[in-house]
C-alpha cells in the first residue's frame, strides 16, 4: 500500500512540474474536470516512460487507465510488475 502511495506522490509530482496541472485529489477525474487533453496525454505518457521506464502502446491505450491519480498509479504498477517478468 505504501508503494501505491508512493507512485501517486511521484505521478502529482509529474502532473505539477512537467504538465502545469494540480491534482486536488487522488480519485478527481481528469477528463470530466478537464484537466486532461489529448496533448496532455501526450505529454504524461513521455513522462511516465521516462520516470518509470515502462511504454504503453497506442493499442493498450485505455482511456480509463488515466482518469485518476489512482488508476495511473494502478497502470504503472501493472507495466512494471509484467516489464520485471519479462
Not at 489529448?38 to 513522462?47: H, I, Q, Y
Request: charge should be negative; charged fraction near 25%; aromatic fraction near 6%.
Amino acid at each position: 500500500m505504501r508503494e501505491h502511495e508512493e507512485l501517486k506522490d511521484k505521478l502529482a509530482a509529474i502532473f505539477s512540474q512537467h504538465l502545469n496541472i494540480e491534482i486536488p485529489a487522488s480519485d478527481t477525474d481528469l477528463f470530466a474536470t478537464g484537466m486532461m487533453d489529448s496533448l496532455a496525454l501526450v505529454e504524461l505518457l513521455l513522462r511516465l516512460e521516462q520516470t518509470f521506464g515502462v511504454q504503453i502502446s497506442v493499442s493498450d491505450l485505455e482511456l480509463d487507465d488515466f482518469r485518476s491519480l489512482d488508476s495511473i498509479a494502478r497502470l504503472i504498477a501493472f507495466q512494471c510488475a509484467v516489464e520485471a517478468v519479462a
